[in-house]
């Protein structure tokens, strides 16, 4: 700020200082409010496993897989066609779950299947009494992009 001698006038200078204050408070804040603002999920992710993956399938294990394009996708149950899409998966499921302990499904489905066909049989498994499901990734399938072999 600056000072005149002997001039007797208004000084029409403009006093940037309660300017810069208010700035460097409001930019203080913006800095304190903004990681506050960004909400984050906590997940428990497990720790990975270096375990072996044994590459034979029990003779009770159900491996569901939906292959096909996405125009006509076909849904097998341990390398056998269900017929009836939907309602043969829950009726196949109904009748596979009555008198099992373990209630535990396999499922795998190809790239081209749409996301919501996926979710529709997997609702039917649900349906059918299937209480876990157990998805298999591209590396539990062996060269022909099925599951291994019982």
Do not use: H
């Not at 600056?2 to 930019?27: E, W, Y």
């Not at 396999?106 to 066909?117: G, I, K």
Request: net charge negative.
């Amino acid at each position: 700020m600056s000072m005149q001698l002997g001039s007797k006038g208004v000084n029409s200078d403009i006093n940037v200082t309660p300017f810069v204050d208010i700035c460097l408070v409001l930019l203080i804040i913006f800095m304190v409010v903004t990681p506050l603002l960004s909400r984050t999920l906590d997940v428990a992710v497990p720790p990975k496993s270096e375990a072996t993956v044994t590459e034979e399938q029990t003779a009770d294990q159900l491996i569901l897989t939906i292959k096909g394009p996405a125009e006509s996708p076909r849904v097998l149950l341990n390398r056998e066609e269900l017929a009836g899409a939907l309602d043969g998966v829950e009726t196949r499921m109904t009748e596979l779950m009555k008198g099992r302990r373990d209630k535990v499904v396999f499922f795998t489905a190809d790239n081209e299947v749409p996301y919501d066909y996926v979710i529709k049989v997997m609702d039917a498994m649900r349906g059918g009494g299937v209480e876990k499901i157990g998805l298999i990734t591209d590396e539990g399938l062996d060269a022909t992009g099925t599951p291994p072999a019982q």
